[in-house]
């Protein structure tokens, strides 16, 4: 299928606010309910190493316009390297050795925490650091421990600083670079919007620092092969990724229903910018962070069990709610925590498929019984539903799908 490209003759000519309208970008920032805003170390740190602490300070005041308008806010911040090393007296620039890169990030990584939540307490606004690994994100026990987390904190109105966990991530397993690490945030935290803040304001038919004559793209409704072929090479430089990480980063954004914006992060204020009409590539999204997640349940993962639930659960679930072990009278095959099992009625049809929060041993002691005396069985403070409904996807039909994504158990126990 061929590229569904918007060449805008405005945007794409001079790089200056387009002058009528309200740009896609700008749309899509004020669309968005949940996003994720990844920076770059260059945006974020100078040739010295130093934190440019204006810019910070400009970027919170942008965030907590966004929180003033009820949007939630994920950052991802990419600097621990570049900072640390200059704190540990290593030269500025070029490669250093894996272990030397750890110790400047582990060196680095508590300057940054400390400079964003500075800028955001000039807000009153709370800041939670979160190092993550690409295992986080895979293995699925692990993302439904992240996931609940940013559910939790998100709730409770902090945002989120993301950034890889350099200092143990060895490099067979490291994602390597924020543009991929963000997308991956962003399709495990059900964000509608990632904006790749960076030093270029988008997508070009080739490489504009190369090529005159290559033109902005401000609208990309499908990643062909074409538009991959236009991210060129990465370019050597302070920051890892290159267009090829950023196109890569869409194809996870869009796949789990997020858009997705390249922007140019330089100035301050770059979302204010953007809400201008500043020039912006848009990756769009087909569907939304929910149904995402659901067909992602439903059509890609082979189930390791079953739970077989009363008429009283079956009805909860076609009402969107989640899977309480009160409302499970069987509990077959073998599984852990985070894998997918198949939902069953007690006449044997198949409701549909969801991933467990218990292993198969635990949800045999716990079917059943109350939400409430599961910490007493178990031993432990564990979740109170067996399936949390972002994590089910039912296979016949159901009455509403509307209920909001990401919500803690809790609130749905409730
Ligand atoms: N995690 C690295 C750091 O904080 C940055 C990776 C990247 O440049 O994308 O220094």
């Not at 939630?72 to 500025?92: D, K, N, Q, T, Y």
């Not at 929060?357 to 409430?372: D, H």
Request: neutral net charge; glycine residues 8%; proline residues 3%.
């Amino acid at each position: 299928m061929a590229a569904l490209i918007q060449h805008d003759e405005t945007q794409a000519s001079g790089g200056q606010a387009v002058q009528s309208g309200v740009s896609l970008a700008a749309q899509a920032v004020e669309k968005a309910k949940r996003l994720v805003i990844k920076v770059g170390s260059a945006l974020l740190v100078d040739g010295q190493g130093q934190i440019r602490q204006a810019w910070l300070d400009a970027l919170a005041d942008d965030v907590s316009a966004l929180l003033d308008q009820g949007k939630e806010v994920i950052l991802v911040s990419s600097g621990a390297i570049a900072v640390g090393r200059l704190h540990l007296g290593m030269p500025v620039s070029g490669d250093l050795r894996l272990g030397d890169k750890q110790a400047a990030a582990a060196t680095g990584q508590i300057r940054l925490a400390h400079a964003y939540q500075a800028a955001m307490a000039r807000h009153n606004r709370t800041v939670a650091q979160i190092l993550i690994t690409l295992e986080d994100t895979e293995e699925r026990q692990r993302h439904l421990n992240a996931r609940a987390t940013f559910a939790s904190l998100l709730k409770h109105q902090a945002v989120p600083v993301v950034n890889e966990n350099d200092t143990v991530a060895t490099a067979e397993i490291r994602v390597g670079d924020n543009d991929r690490l963000a997308a991956r945030v962003a399709s495990m935290a059900g964000a509608d919007l990632l904006i790749l803040f960076s030093d270029i304001d988008g997508l070009y038919t080739a490489n504009p620092r190369t090529h005159a004559q290559a033109s902005h793209i401000p609208l990309i409704q499908t990643i062909t092969p074409e538009i991959e072929a236009m991210a060129g090479k990465p370019l050597p430089g302070i920051s890892t990724g290159g267009m090829v990480t950023k196109i890569d980063a869409a194809k996870v954004a869009v796949q789990a229903g997020c858009s997705m914006l390249i922007a140019k992060g330089e100035g301050l204020h770059p979302v204010q910018a953007l809400l201008q009409g500043s020039l912006a590539s848009l990756f769009q999204a087909q569907a939304n962070p929910r149904k995402a997640r659901k067909a992602w349940i439903a059509g890609s993962l082979m189930p390791r069990g079953s739970l077989v639930v009363d008429a009283g659960a079956q009805r909860a679930l076609l009402q969107g709610r989640s899977l309480l072990p009160a409302g499970v009278v069987a509990v077959d095959g073998q599984f852990n925590e985070g894998d997918p099992v198949a939902v069953l009625n007690q006449g044997g049809q198949r409701l549909g498929v969801g991933l467990s929060a218990f292993s198969a041993a635990e949800a045999q002691r716990i079917q059943g019984q109350q939400s409430q005396d599961i910490a007493k069985i178990l031993g432990y403070q564990a979740r109170l539903a067996l399936i949390h409904r972002d994590d089910l996807a039912l296979t016949i039909a159901q009455a509403s799908d509307e209920a909001p994504a990401l919500t803690t158990p809790k609130e749905d126990a409730a």
